[in-house]
């Protein structure tokens, strides 16, 4: 299996633009995750999905961000637009149904200038 | 709400000495530990789990075991080695394992 997989890896551009950030999940796993990590706050979930329904998004840190996960294998989260304290790695995560790891893929580092 | 209290870093070792990073953790309920390790410019990894109380958790030379009266998950290596150089997270879930609340990290640094 190829594991989680996230685009970009990096990803630079400037305040005010829109950033998608992509993510696949693992195959059959039913709950996904994004995180956010900063030398500041650490690591922050933002939202987490359960047979790609939205159960959790109290960590999303204002209207600014969005995230979909329009099918079992695909999810967004998007940031619109975009200011420089969003710098950071974002990490997304997939949990099988009958599992306790959640796996994470390699992040996307995300810069705003 | 749940938390998980972790020693601040970094841990600063010579290879072949003895690994100890604390961690407590406050919660409602029974709620499964673990340790994650996150190596340069990687995503985290799990290294190990404990889901009960006295449970040992054991991975890679790792160990850490639940301990419910003193709410602690400490881990522990007997002998490190450069290659154990990363960012250790400890965390909980205590929803049918799907949150996961993380401790803040501890950077290890293992010098030759």
């Known amino acids: 299996d190829a594991g989680v997989i996230q685009s970009p890896r990096h990803e630079v551009t400037e305040m005010g633009q829109e950033v998608t950030l992509r993510c696949k999940p693992i195959?059959?796993?039913?709950?996904l995750f994004w995180y956010r990590q900063t030398m500041m706050r650490g690591l922050e979930l933002l939202i987490y999905?359960?047979?790609?329904?939205?159960?959790?998004d109290s960590g999303m840190p204002e209207d600014r961000f969005s995230a979909k996960m329009p099918n079992a294998s695909f999810s967004t989260l998007k940031i619109q637009p975009s200011e420089p304290r969003d710098s950071a790695v974002y990490f997304c995560?997939?949990?099988?149904?009958?599992?306790?790891?959640?796996?994470f893929g390699p992040g996307t580092r995300l810069t705003v200038l | 709400g749940d938390s998980v209290t972790q020693m601040e870093g970094p841990v600063t070792l010579s290879e072949e000495a003895f690994l100890t990073i604390n961690c407590t953790y406050t919660?409602?309920?029974?709620?499964?530990l673990f340790w994650y390790v996150q190596y340069p410019g990687e995503g985290l990894q799990l290294l190990l789990k404990?889901?009960?109380?006295?449970d040992k958790g054991s991975n890679k030379g790792f160990e850490a075991t639940y301990r419910k009266e003193t709410t602690s998950f400490h881990l522990e290596k007997g002998s490190v080695q450069v290659s154990d150089s990363a960012v250790y997270f400890c965390?909980?879930?205590?929803?049918?394992?799907?949150?996961?609340?993380f401790g803040t990290g501890t950077r290890l640094l293992v010098s030759p």
């Open positions: 404990a889901t009960k109380a006295d």
């Open positions: 995560a997939s949990l099988p149904s009958n599992g306790h790891e959640q796996f």
């Open positions: 999905f359960n047979n790609n329904v939205p159960i959790d």
């Open positions: 919660a409602t309920g029974y709620p499964s």
């Open positions: 195959s059959g796993h039913n709950s």
């Open positions: 965390a909980l879930s205590d929803q049918g394992f799907q949150k996961l609340v």
